[in-house]
């Protein structure tokens, strides 16, 4: 009878033990359930930017980046796009990408750390200047706490026909902002397109500088994409007492024209402060559009600050045409028709059609 009993008690001990051993191998094999990686690429055009990479595999809810040079994601749940990142420096930088499991929690993340190295400095990085505000455009949405968006489809003064969404017309692909202009109908009245205009104003406000915005315009005639800026008075002063800097215009039926242009007082709708600049490849690649603003003078550039394309710099100043020692905001918007951009009529053959811009910095 006793050695029933062991025998017994020698079985369940076995089978607690292996259930105990199952548990541990359920438990590892939970844990192995995802796993943390990433990629990167130094551009051999522009070594001072560096392309990622996210490849973690498995079932994981949440990335997060942290690039090293005080720009960091937050959590997102954008896994699977590449971003991009700037150093304008010379250097070596600690990359962190950090993966949320399923239980969404920080006893359930994984992390893995790089060092890149960049080998120079930016030899268009002003070492004089300093970084004071950018959006490179690399979490998942549009951020809020920059830009809003303005909604309607009112003509916006211009007689457009695009009525401007609450962001159904902006998304970020790879680090870089998408302004999507579509056509709902074929009438060519108010609201037969749908876009985005986002502003930041009340948000990010700036008083002279050096402002480079990286973009990729649309095509085809109807389209109207422009960067620019208001006062941030229009309010109260109204428009264009306010002022305003077009850094870049660009109507489609004029192709590769480019233009920035100063409204004011003494000079606004057809002003007379403008001039415009042919850039071939501007439907098709990335160039920067820059304006340098000081307490004297406007001036606008593409690709090179060095080589400004107009400057505007009133001998005698005065509230008529000089309005531009306050604060400014930013606006990015794609318009369809309008006094303008509809010219010479709209093609609604050519939509979709995006304005992209991959990042807005600015300089003080």
Known sequence: MMIKIVK??????????????????????DESEYEVGFDYEIDSTDPNTVTFTNNSTGDYLYV???????????KSTDKS???TAYYPLAGTYDVTLTIWGPLNS???????????????????YDTSETLVWSDEFSSSSVNTDYWTFETGSGGWGNDELQNYTDGDNASIEDGVLVITAEKVNDDKTAGSYTSTRMITWGKKEFTYGRMEIRAKLPSGTGVWPAIWMLGTNLSTAGWPACGEIDIMEYVGYDPYNVHSSLHTTSSSGSTINTSN??????????????????????SFYVNDQDNPFYTYAPTVKTDDNWPFDEPQF???????????????????????????????????
């Open 277 to 298: 600049l042919t850039v071939e490849n501007c439907e098709d690649e990335f160039n920067v559009y820059g304006m340098i603003w000081t307490e004297d003078s406007i």
């Open 106 to 124: 920080i006893v359930d993340t994984k992390s893995i750390s790089k060092t890149i190295t960049i080998e120079s400095d930016d030899p268009d």
């Open 64 to 74: 997060e980046w942290d690039f090293g040079n005080d720009e960091t994601t937050g």
């Open 8 to 29: 017994f008690l020698t079985y369940i001990s076995l089978v607690l033990a292996s259930s105990f051993f199952s548990a541990c191998s359920s438990s590892n094999d």
């Open 330 to 364: 930013f606006i990015l918007n794609l318009a369809v028709g309008g006094t303008w951009g509809g010219a010479q009529g709209i093609d609604n053959t050519i939509f979709p059609q995006t304005l992209e811009i991959d990042y807005v910095r600015v300089y003080q």
């Open 81 to 83: 796009s590449e971003r």
